[in-house]
């Protein structure tokens, strides 16, 4: 209760007074929970010019109160599991080790890295790799359209539609507006999953008749008119092609990359320590 008047106490003489632009004694302490402080010097990074008085009061005040309430919390697990303190702080060192540890690995690679991938980088990486690039699921390459039933120029649209002609294609290109949806770029690979969940009227289709190259699909339901063709299908266990391995290709080649740049900092440092004896093992 008496932490209870001094915290009301405490918030009254921050409003009352030119407080927040942390004048004065910065060791000034404007909070306690037991044998721990908070000082004036802890509520800079939570202020700025910008902000009103208002604001700034209860920003101040909602900052005090949990850390009050963090620091409740800390005193109690530590009488409550005083038997797991040691323990705690082995994690906490750990923890403490790593964090600076990996930022400045972080900062290393960010200033070493190289990152430029040519074309014959990823050729020699897909070259070596095959083993690793079969597909885990059927790829296709196709062209689909979704028109209006009474759509304007429909017949017009469907013959273009099916056309192999790239006079045709740009033609159809250009009329792109007439089309409810559409993908027309038949040159890149799709993952089966994908066809289904984007163009849905395939899910009527038998998979088996689907995956085939050159298959053509023309369905019409009480709205609209579905125009599907299938380039081409690459089943399960087949090699990936590699346009469409690419992405997975350059993260693996910058992966090791940076493997190989960590090992070699690693290995200056500790040459560099055993040149100046700062090392022994015994």
């Given at each position: 209760?008496?932490q209870?008047?001094?915290?009301?106490?405490?918030?009254?003489g921050?409003?009352?007074?030119?407080?927040?632009?942390?004048?004065?004694?910065?060791?000034?302490?404007?909070?306690?929970?037991n044998?721990?402080?908070?000082?004036?010097?802890?509520?800079?990074?939570i202020?700025?010019?910008?902000?009103?008085?208002?604001?700034s009061?209860?920003?101040?005040?909602?900052?005090?109160n949990?850390?009050?309430k963090?620091?409740?919390?800390?005193?109690?697990?530590?009488?409550?599991?005083?038997?797991?303190?040691?323990q705690?702080?082995?994690?906490?060192?750990?923890y403490?080790?790593?964090?600076?540890?990996?930022?400045?690995?972080?900062?290393?690679?960010?200033?070493?890295?190289?990152?430029?991938?040519?074309?014959?980088?990823?050729?020699?990486?897909y070259?070596?790799?095959?083993?690793?690039f079969?597909l885990?699921?059927?790829?296709?390459k196709?062209?689909?359209?979704?028109?209006?039933?009474?759509a304007?120029?429909?017949?017009?649209?469907?013959?273009l539609?099916?056309s192999?002609?790239?006079?045709?294609?740009?033609?159809l290109q250009?009329?792109?507006?007439s089309?409810?949806s559409?993908?027309l770029?038949?040159s890149?690979?799709i993952?089966?999953?994908?066809i289904?969940?984007?163009?849905?009227?395939?899910?009527?289709?038998d998979?088996?008749?689907l995956?085939k190259?050159?298959?053509?699909?023309q369905?019409?339901d009480?709205?609209?008119?579905?125009l599907?063709t299938?380039?081409?299908?690459l089943?399960?266990?087949?090699?990936?092609?590699?346009?469409?391995?690419?992405?997975?290709?350059?993260?693996?080649i910058?992966h090791?990359?940076k493997?190989?740049?960590?090992?070699s900092i690693?290995?200056?440092?500790?040459?560099?320590?055993r040149?100046?004896?700062?090392?022994e093992?015994?």
């Amino acid at each position: 209760m008496k932490q209870f008047y001094f915290y009301i106490f405490l918030i009254i003489g921050l409003q009352s007074c030119d407080y927040f632009t942390i004048k004065n004694d910065e060791r000034e302490a404007v909070a306690r929970v037991n044998e721990t402080y908070l000082y004036k010097k802890d509520l800079k990074t939570i202020l700025n010019n910008n902000l009103s008085k208002n604001d700034s009061i209860l920003i101040v005040n909602n900052f005090i109160n949990n850390w009050i309430k963090q620091q409740l919390l800390l005193s109690k697990a530590q009488l409550n599991l005083g038997d797991k303190s040691s323990q705690y702080e082995d994690l906490v060192k750990k923890y403490r080790e790593d964090l600076f540890i990996n930022s400045y690995k972080e900062a290393v690679v960010k200033q070493y890295l190289d990152t430029l991938i040519t074309n014959k980088d990823i050729d020699e990486f897909y070259e070596k790799n095959t083993q690793n690039f079969k597909l885990n699921e059927e790829l296709v390459k196709l062209k689909y359209i979704k028109l209006g039933k009474d759509a304007y120029e429909k017949k017009e649209l469907v013959k273009l539609f099916k056309s192999s002609k790239k006079q045709d294609l740009d033609s159809l290109q250009k009329m792109k507006l007439s089309l409810n949806s559409f993908h027309l770029n038949d040159s890149i690979w799709i993952k089966y999953n994908d066809i289904l969940n984007k163009i849905p009227i395939v899910k009527e289709i038998d998979k088996k008749l689907l995956l085939k190259k050159d298959y053509f699909i023309q369905k019409e339901d009480s709205l609209s008119l579905y125009l599907v063709t299938i380039k081409d299908v690459l089943k399960r266990n087949s090699l990936a092609p590699k346009s469409y391995i690419t992405p997975t290709i350059k993260q693996m080649i910058l992966h090791q990359r940076k493997l190989s740049l960590l090992r070699s900092i690693e290995e200056t440092i500790i040459d560099d320590a055993r040149k100046k004896q700062q090392i022994e093992t015994y």
